[in-house]
T-cell receptor
Framework: DAKTTQPPSMDCAEGRAANLPCNHSTISGNEYVYWYRQIHSQGPQYIIH???NNETNEMASLIITEDRKSSTLILPHATLRDTAVYYCIVYRPSGTYKYIFGTGTRLKVLA | GAGVSQTPSNKVTEKGKYVELRCDPI?????LYWYRQSLGQGPEFLIYFQGTGAADDSGLPNDRFFAVRPEGSVSTLKIQRTERGDSAVYLCASSARPGESEAFFGQGTRLTVV
């Protein structure tokens, strides 16, 4: 399973864009990049995923580099409710289909 | 129900006792996962079910841990002879079609072994 590296913590001012980086240099061609977040005392919540192309949904944007060795999750206008731990996961859609979580990035949105 | 439901939300048990944790996945979801999360750590994979069968149980820490999903919906995680080190939040997740859709997580069961 490909390993991911994320900074342990980040701060972001409310209303500004939060850019959360992730390195996944050993990712294979058929593996996806998934992002989940976990707000205190809740289960992880799906945010977005992608394979090669950049993706956008109502929650966030995902930018994947051309070589696919890194990606950035962008929350365009962070709010206090976005304070959470954000996990970047490399997911293989075959075999056992399991999600392997690292320790994530603790994002704190400041008022 | 609308989401993944886990019961109980909290469980306190004495060392050496047996516990069962229940997970009700989203209706129609064939894939079901169990994870364990210790304080300050990311969720740790325990077991994955596809339908009724355990497709991958490589994350179960030892033979005190066992999980079943007899009818392909509700799953039960069973822990025998509990130890203080088993204290953690146990998370369950389900997905409609593994590999094609995201997993939805429950709120977890906080297990405390005293």
């Amino acid at each position: 399973d490909a390993k991911t590296t994320q900074p342990p913590s980040m701060d972001c001012a409310e209303g500004r864009a939060a850019n959360l980086p992730c390195n996944h240099s050993t990712i294979s061609g058929n593996e996806y990049v998934y992002w989940y977040r976990q707000i205190h005392s809740q289960g992880p919540q799906y945010i977005i995923h992608g394979l090669k192309n950049n993706e956008t949904n109502e929650m966030a944007s995902l930018i994947i580099t051309e070589d696919r060795k890194s990606s950035t999750l962008i929350l365009p206008h962070a709010t206090l409710r976005d304070t959470a731990v954000y996990y970047c996961i490399v997911y293989r859609p075959s075999g056992t289909y399991k999600y392997i979580f690292g320790t994530g990035t603790r994002l704190k949105v400041l008022a | 129900g609308a989401g993944v439901s886990q019961t109980p939300s909290n469980k306190v048990t004495e060392k050496g006792k047996y516990v069962e944790l229940r997970c009700d996945p989203i209706s129609g979801h064939t894939a079901l996962y169990w994870y364990r999360q210790s304080l300050g750590q990311g969720p740790e994979f325990l077991i994955y079910f596809q339908g009724t069968g355990a497709a991958d149980d490589s994350g179960l820490p030892n033979d005190r841990f066992f999980a079943v999903r007899p009818e392909g919906s509700v799953s039960t995680l069973k822990i025998q002879r509990t130890e203080r080190g088993d204290s953690a939040v146990y998370l369950c997740a389900s997905s409609a079609r593994p590999g094609e859709s995201e997993a939805f997580f429950g709120q977890g069961t906080r297990l405390t072994v005293v």
